[in-house]
């Protein structure tokens, strides 16, 4: 066993991030582990730029009001207690919602080999500002037995928290 001690608070570039963001490392794995997790809390209006990860990434909203989207995709509102997945390769974007903080968990798998990300241009202000849909299972329809369901972002998944429909959030 190891603990590791809470490493300082970063505030994140503006190579790949618009506006006010600050990241925190909670683990950064070492061979055979590849997995890291960090906290990133967006101040209103702020988001990364465009990118795809290697191996996929989840985010999981613990506080506040966020969009997502995939490229293709429509800008997609999330909440507390969302789940996001990106599958590996899949361009991106996340952040808080204009008027909204917004925390999430950020956990991905560094490749063998290669950069764990890949980073594009950043989102416009019209990119931006697209009105976001909100989710929900209900109107939907999960998939029979599960508590997921496909959204409009192409190969994009979202995932109620367990026991709540996702307009409850």
Known sequence: MEIQPKQPTVKAGTDTFTGDV????????EEPS???VSV???A??????????????????TEGIGRVQARGGE?????AGDTIHT??????????APDHFMTHLAIWEAPADGPESEWGDQITDA???ARPRRYSLAHEGATAG??????????????ASSGHAAADH
Request: glycine share 8%; with cysteine; aromatic share 10%.
């Open 44 to 61: 209103p209006g702020a988001r990364n730029a465009w990118h795809a990860h290697a191996v996929g990434q989840t985010i999981h909203v």
């Open 87 to 96: 599958p590996p390769g899949e361009w991106h974007w996340h952040g808080a």
């Open 75 to 79: 800008v997609i509102e999330i909440r």
């Open 22 to 29: 600050w990241l925190d490392v909670i683990a950064r794995g």
């Open 146 to 159: 599960t508590d997921h369901a496909r959204v409009a972002c192409p190969r994009a998944m979202r995932r």
């Open 127 to 129: 990119e931006y500002l």
């Open 40 to 42: 990133v809390r967006f």
């Open 34 to 36: 590849r997995v890291r």
